[in-house]
């Protein structure tokens, strides 16, 4: 009887662990792809600058 009470809150840990971590990986692909478009941005416009210094005055 302990032995299925221990058994059963190590799965409802290891369920923690697991919606935890998808958790975690949604809000890195969350913010990869914002910083993502951010620093296409940031490139491209260093870019231009390289290319035509007066258009960054």
Known sequence: MIAQRLSRQ???????YALI?????????????????NISGLFSKIGTCLTTPSSCV
């Open 10 to 16: 190590r799965g409802a840990t290891a369920i923690e």
């Open 21 to 37: 971590a998808a958790l975690i990986a949604i809000v890195i692909a969350v913010a990869a792809a914002a910083l993502g478009t």
